[in-house]
Antibody, heavy 113, light 107 residues
Framework: EVQLVESGGGLVQPGGSLRLSCAASGFTFSDSWMDWVRRAPGKGLEWVANIKPDGSEKSYVDSVKGRFTISRDNAKNSLYLQMTSLRAEDMAVYYC??????WGQGTLVTVSS | DIQMTQSPSSLSASVGDRVTITCRAS??????LSWLQQKPGKAPKALIY???NLQSGVPSKFSGSGSGTDFTLTISGLQPEDFAIYYCLQYNSYPRTFGQGTKVEIK
């Protein structure tokens, strides 16, 4: 059974940083594209970023380019999202997904002073 | 960016009804389209990929069709557990983009 467990969310001030983690199990992580998707309060789903199985290719939505970095550690079956220069509009539940087919339960990021 | 427009934004239906949700892409995406379901406080669940292929374990009351720019999700025999928000998602190009969602409510 595919399991994706996010962690690292919390309250951060505008301009601050946060690192999200996703622990994966139940599938061959090193063979899978991985994505981050978010849902802001009262809004719909928004794709944030993804990364190729070997980590050699990464893509981002324009609104996070230069501020967020997606990475992975295949030895640890883990996916990460380093978020810097956080803004109020980044506040959301962040989901880790395997190829947008399997989803974690999400971790809440609150950006507020 | 490819814009995905869903209609309707919300609908009211009764248990047992058949409902159809449409999704239009601002440019052709082949069949690189998924449908997802999200219930309050829960993670999204993928229902359909490749426009018409059921994800493993998804009941056959869900069906998808379309290609190019116009797509539909049909739910036959609506049950209480089907009341949720449904999203389409294009994965033909970057950035991946979702429709705004269709909220299916109980009449």
């Amino acid at each position: 059974e595919v399991q994706l467990v996010e962690s690292g969310g919390g309250l951060v001030q505008p301009g601050g940083s946060l690192r999200l983690s996703c622990a994966a199990s139940g599938f061959t992580f090193s063979d899978s594209w991985m994505d981050w998707v978010r849902r802001a309060p009262g809004k719909g789903l928004e794709w944030v970023a993804n990364i190729k199985p070997d980590g050699s290719e990464k893509s981002y939505v324009d609104s996070v380019k230069g501020r967020f970095t997606i990475s992975r550690d295949n030895a640890k079956n883990s996916l990460y999202l380093q978020m810097t220069s956080l803004r109020a509009e980044d506040m959301a539940v962040y989901y880790c997904t395997r190829t947008l087919d399997d989803w974690g339960q999400g971790t809440l990021v609150t950006v507020s002073s | 960016d490819i814009q995905m427009t869903q209609s309707p934004s919300s609908l009211s239906a009764s248990v047992g009804d058949r409902v159809t949700i449409t999704c239009r892409a601002s440019q052709g995406i082949g069949n690189y389209l998924s449908w997802l379901q999200q219930k309050p406080g829960k993670a999204p669940k993928a229902l359909i990929y490749g426009a018409s292929n059921l994800q493993s374990g998804v009941p056959s009351k869900f069906s998808g069709s379309g290609s190019g720019t116009d797509f539909t999700l049909t739910i036959s025999g609506l049950q209480p557990e089907d009341f949720a928000i449904y999203y389409c998602l294009q994965y033909n190009s970057y950035p991946r983009t979702f429709g705004q969602g269709t909220k299916v409510e109980i009449k």
